[in-house]
T-cell receptor
């Protein structure tokens, strides 16, 4: 069974621009979570979507948003990019949502560099 | 302050040696997960521990969940270069958000 895929793998953007990242979960998985990983802060939870609804949100500004489609694919959008948004963005999918103890399977991530 | 404190932050050992990584918290968790992440890849789930005092083995890796379900350890016996990576512990908090420790970078030299 195919794993979690993320596109693009690498992205370079300029400060002030916006960016959209895509995540395709494992077939049959309905939960998709997004994380930001940086050397200074480690892995931090952004948000979780389940059946097209945002179930939970981490402590990030409103510039970070997401959505999930009926086929469970998810997109994450960051508007008005800042230098500090440079990070590895990971998505993870699971059969059930986090609150039910769903085990997550991560994609390879999208490396975003903001210049 | 990290909800989950991992130690040590870095560990460099020779092939064949043993190592232990610790994950501690002041909070009680219903379950705790361990992941390994290699450069350029996402974390891969190694194990989930649920019961206090539980011990799980995965080949040369032994995972233990503390009796009070506040801490966990990962022990690798006879480490190999393929064990090199970032080891992360994670737990779901009461607000249903998955929280990760800062990670332990393990380097096994051939």
């Amino acid at each position: 069974k195919a794993g979690v895929t993320q596109t693009p793998r690498y992205l370079i953007k300029t400060r002030g621009q916006q960016v959209t990242l895509s995540c395709s979960p494992i077939s049959g998985h309905r939960s998709v979570s997004w994380y930001q990983q940086t050397p200074g802060q480690g892995l931090q939870f952004l948000f979780e979507y389940f059946s097209e609804t945002q179930r939970n949100k981490g402590n990030f500004p409103g510039r970070f948003s997401g959505r999930q489609f009926s086929n469970s694919r998810s997109e994450m959008n960051v508007s008005t990019l800042e230098l500090g948004d440079s990070a590895l963005y990971l998505c993870a999918s699971s059969l059930v949502y986090l609150g039910q103890g769903g085990e997550q399977y991560f994609g390879p991530g999208t490396r975003l560099t903001v210049t | 302050t990290q909800l989950l404190e991992q130690s040590p932050q870095f560990l460099s050992i020779q092939e064949g040696e043993n190592l232990t990584v610790y994950c501690n918290s002041l909070s009680v968790f219903s379950s705790l997960q361990w992941y390994r992440q290699e450069p350029g890849e996402g974390p891969v789930l190694l194990v989930t521990v649920v019961t206090g005092g539980e011990v799980k083995k995965l080949k040369r890796l032994t995972f233990q969940f503390g009796d009070a379900r506040k801490d966990s350890s990962l022990h690798i016996t006879a480490a190999q270069p393929g064990d090199t990576g970032l080891y992360l512990c994670a737990a779901i908090k009461n607000d249903y958000k998955l929280s990760f420790g800062a990670g332990t970078t393990v380097t096994v030299r051939a």
